[in-house]
């Protein structure tokens, strides 16, 4: 293979991969709603995210068109936090494993009105501004593309190890959960039995002194 065809096998490659690592999305918010979306992310992982209201017309925003923004940890920690803003960006790096969430408030106004809002998310290699790499590394095109990729494989061999964790820590609570439900049953079908024997000695006890038995 030709040194041109395996750059560009490598430059689609990490684009690919890269792709799959970032969330870009433009979604719709009515006056006075809220949306939330969640980015489930490991530790020392680096998160940035950026965004800003589709202006509807030409010239400045109207007033209708603000947001309030706020990135959270799993934990409720807060890392941005942007009060009647039209755009913004984060950046953090993660301190705890989970879902971290990024919501949008728009608000309220008379009379109701609907903003379409772009956003982007991007977390681990994705993150990284490879621009300033190639400035500082003075790196040809295959070197770039090499370092980038070498970066990616790191950031999902890594990401595979949280995943297993994630299943194991999942596996022990399903662990922990059927032998408390099989406990709980044991007890309900104990204290059944019980109740069952105290309604027949009851009973019989009855029949006994009416001397029916």
Same mark, same amino acid.
Do not use: P
């Given at each position: 293979m030709s040194t041109l065809n395996l750059g560009l096998v490598l430059i689609i490659l990490g684009f690919m991969l890269e792709t799959k690592m970032g969330e870009s999305m433009r979604f719709e918010l009515d006056s006075g709603q809220t949306k939330c979306i969640s980015e489930d992310i490991r530790t020392n992982a680096m998160s940035v995210g950026k965004y800003a209201i589709v202006n509807p017309h030409q010239g400045s925003l109207p007033h209708s068109h603000k947001l309030t923004v706020k990135v959270s940890s799993p934990y409720g920690h807060s890392y941005h936090i942007g009060e009647d803003v039209d755009s913004g960006n984060f950046a953090f790096t993660a301190i705890e494993n989970g879902a971290y969430t990024s919501c949008f408030w728009a608000i309220n106004h008379q009379p109701p009105v609907k903003i379409t809002i772009d956003f982007v998310w991007r977390t681990g290699v994705a993150a990284?501004?490879?621009?300033?790499?190639?400035?500082?590394?003075?790196?040809?095109? /295959?070197?770039?593309?090499?370092?980038?990729?070498?970066?990616?494989?790191?950031?999902?061999?890594?990401?595979?190890?949280?995943?297993?964790?994630?299943?194991?820590? /999942?596996?022990?609570?399903?662990?922990?959960?059927?032998?408390? /439900?099989?406990?709980?049953?044991?007890?309900?079908?104990?204290?059944?039995?019980?109740?069952?024997?105290?309604?027949?000695?009851?009973?019989?006890?009855?029949?006994?002194?009416?001397?029916?038995?």
């Open positions: 990284k501004d490879w621009s300033q790499v190639a400035k500082k590394g003075q790196v040809d095109t /295959m070197e770039f593309e090499l370092k980038k990729l070498y970066d990616t494989v790191t950031y999902i061999h890594e990401e595979m190890y949280y995943l297993r964790e994630r299943e194991e820590e /999942m596996q022990h609570l399903n662990k922990e959960t059927n032998s408390t /439900m099989a406990a709980l049953s044991f007890f309900s079908i104990a204290l059944c039995l019980s109740v069952a024997g105290l309604q027949v000695w009851h009973l019989k006890t009855f029949f006994q002194r009416k001397k029916l038995l």
